[in-house]
């Protein structure tokens, strides 16, 4: 056993390990002089023991003394004796997770099968399925930034509300990771619980503000995971025109545009929050990381703290006031005459 540390977890209760014994040592001594009273009445005191010869003092005083042990030693139960120490690792449950998905025409990339929106849509509902637990919600993004889904726990709304995200979700042309950040971080709720963000981009910041608004959003408690869709080398961008016809995009000059992965953006991102960055992967396997991390990581600001607590050890003098009233019990305040010498 363990005996590390001893003390007590409720110490406001040892002064009963005081005054109840006391208390009860008081009545003892006020029963004592009411036998005293009471027999002085019948005889004269010189002539009380050849009245009660088996009256034993002795055994009445053990007596008296296993009943003050055993109310001292319930006394101390209540203060909750502790020694030894042991460790629990505690983690955040049911913490709110945002998505921000990247809804621009550079997501319609088809270097990931079928296209980087409709793999990035998949990961997420892979996400949610197998996840289970806290609340989620969904902004989509490109030029401008919407709240798509708020954060609940009816995943079934989450998931119709995913399913209906497409390139035409946002108007606004452009890609602004800044901006979308700014929005997730309002429809979080303005508590000490865990804000977790997993942002699933190709990581093209046309405005250039995500990193900074990503080191504001780490002094606020923010942890934002960012996933990588589509592959450094990149591929052309088919998107399909208001008459229905597929087309490969271009720019202003008429070159077609190729869009490619910018990790070392994602990468700032992450690294500013306490996050992580991964790419997606060609089967979305980089979520399932992300997943994991947000379930077991300990590095997290608030994912999982060890904290030691002592061991209760109450049932020791609750044990031990048990047995000292049974033995009490068992003793009994009259001795055999033989043992005096008497016939």
């Known amino acids: 056993m363990d005996f590390t540390h001893p003390h007590f977890a ?8 005081l005054l109840v ?6 009545l003892f001594a006020y ?30 005083t053990v007596k008296h003394a296993l009943l003050l042990l055993s109310a001292a030693a319930m006394s101390l139960a209540l203060a909750r004796p502790q020694w030894g120490e042991q460790a629990e690792l505690s983690r955040a449950l049911g913490e709110d997770i945002l998505f921000l998905l990247d809804t621009s025409r550079s997501m319609l990339a088809t270097d990931v099968r079928p296209d980087r929106l ?8 892979d996400f949610v399925q197998r996840h289970g637990r806290g609340r989620v ?13 708020p954060l609940t726990f009816d995943y079934d709304a989450f998931q119709e509300a995913l399913r209906a995200v497409d390139d035409k979700t946002i108007p606004v042309l452009g890609t602004d990771i800044g901006r979308a950040l700014d929005e997730a971080f309002r429809a979080t709720e303005k508590n000490d619980r ?5 942002l699933i981009t190709d990581g093209e910041d046309l405005e250039k503000t995500g990193p900074k608004t990503a080191e504001t959003l780490a002094d606020r408690g923010v942890v934002v995971f960012t996933v990588g869709v589509g592959t450094p080398a990149g591929s052309l961008v088919h ?5 229905g016809i597929p087309a490969p995009l271009r720019d202003s000059q008429g070159q077609l545009v190729v869009s490619r992965l910018d990790e070392s953006t994602l990468r700032r ?21 992300i997943r994991h991390l947000v379930e077991t990581s300990t590095d997290l600001p608030g994912s999982a703290q060890v904290r030691k607590w002592g061991v209760d050890r109450f049932h020791v003098p609750v044990a031990a006031a048990a047995v000292m009233l049974v033995a009490e019990s068992l003793i009994g305040t009259r001795r055999r005459l033989r043992d005096t010498g008497q016939n």
Do not use: N
């Open 10 to 17: 409720e110490p406001d209760w040892l002064w009963l390990a």
């Open 21 to 26: 014994p006391a208390g009860v040592a008081a």
């Open 31 to 60: 029963a004592r002089r009411a036998r005293r009273h009471q027999a002085a009445r019948f005889a004269a005191a010189e002539r009380l023991g050849d009245l009660t010869p088996s009256h034993s003092p002795h055994r009445r």
């Open 118 to 125: 409709s793999r990035a849509k998949l990961a997420i509902l």
């Open 137 to 149: 919600g969904l902004v989509a993004f490109s030029g401008q930034a919407f709240l798509q889904c």
């Open 194 to 198: 865990r804000k977790i963000m997993v």
């Open 239 to 243: 998107y399909t025109t208001p008459q």
């Open 269 to 289: 991102i992450a690294e500013s929050t306490h996050g992580r960055y991964l790419p997606l992967g060609a089967l979305g396997e980089g979520m399932s990381r």
